[in-house]
């Protein structure tokens, strides 16, 4: 059972990468998160890092400083999703999907004001500028994260009480 997890999950954030969608509304960071609440360790941080290189591959983008900052913030989604497994309640998912959102926009907009030679001066403006101009991928983000974390803890929800629900025995069946 739990490998046909670990195998959904990379193939959902691998083809969430792979089909149209509005840029940066992909399920990768919502799939760190649920590994990390619902996986063990060892296997929870490897998830994204797959995901994340296989698609990388398939999309033929270069494994550069931006990837591994990237791959940084994902692990660093993963270890969001540990703490959100200590106390697993919806308002606490809310929560960690956001800070999610926002440190990888945080993080990777840093990234790339200070990118020698890149799009924004080296000052408090230009920061402040790439900051600024990354706000609707931001938005798409948020909203992706926000949308695939529900998603993903929602059918795991649903899918634990399914389990745990006692189940009414056919009565047309003879043991």
Same mark, same amino acid.
């Given at each position: 059972?739990?490998?046909?997890?670990?195998?959904?999950?990379?193939?959902?954030?691998?083809?969430?990468?792979?089909?149209?969608?509005?840029?940066?509304?992909?399920?990768?960071?919502?799939?760190?998160?649920?590994?990390?609440?619902?996986?063990?360790?060892?296997?929870?941080?490897?998830?994204? &890092? /797959? !995901?994340? +290189?296989?698609?990388?591959?398939? =999309?033929?983008?270069? *494994?550069? #400083?931006?990837?591994?900052?990237?791959?940084?913030? &994902? /692990? !660093?989604? +993963?270890?969001?999703?540990?703490? =959100?497994?200590?106390? *697993?309640? #919806?308002?606490?998912?809310?929560?960690?999907?956001?800070?999610?959102?926002?440190?990888?926009?945080?993080?990777?907009?840093?990234?790339?004001?200070?990118?020698?030679?890149?799009?924004?001066?080296?000052?408090?403006?230009?920061l402040l500028q790439c900051y600024v101009m990354a706000i609707p991928f931001f938005r798409?983000?948020?909203?992706?994260?926000?949308?695939?974390?529900?998603?993903?803890?929602?059918?795991?929800?649903?899918?634990?009480?399914?389990?745990?629900?006692?189940r009414v025995k056919p009565t047309h069946l003879t043991p």
């Open positions: 059972m739990r490998y046909g997890l670990i195998l959904a999950l990379i193939l959902l954030a691998v083809v969430g990468r792979l089909i149209p969608h509005p840029d940066n509304f992909t399920p990768i960071m919502a799939v760190a998160l649920f590994a990390g609440a619902t996986l063990p360790s060892r296997i929870a941080y490897v998830i994204p &890092l /797959l !995901a994340l +290189v296989a698609s990388d591959l398939l =999309l033929g983008y270069p *494994l550069d #400083w931006m990837a591994l900052v990237v791959y940084g913030c &994902l /692990l !660093a989604s +993963v270890g969001i999703g540990q703490w =959100l497994a200590k106390r *697993l309640t #919806w308002s606490r998912t809310g929560l960690a999907a956001v800070a999610g959102s926002l440190i990888f926009y945080l993080v990777t907009n840093f990234a790339v004001w200070v990118e020698p030679h890149g799009l924004y001066a080296h000052t408090v403006d230009g798409n983000s948020l909203a992706g994260d926000l949308f695939w974390t529900a998603l993903l803890f929602g059918l795991y929800e649903a899918g634990y009480s399914w389990l745990k629900s006692p």
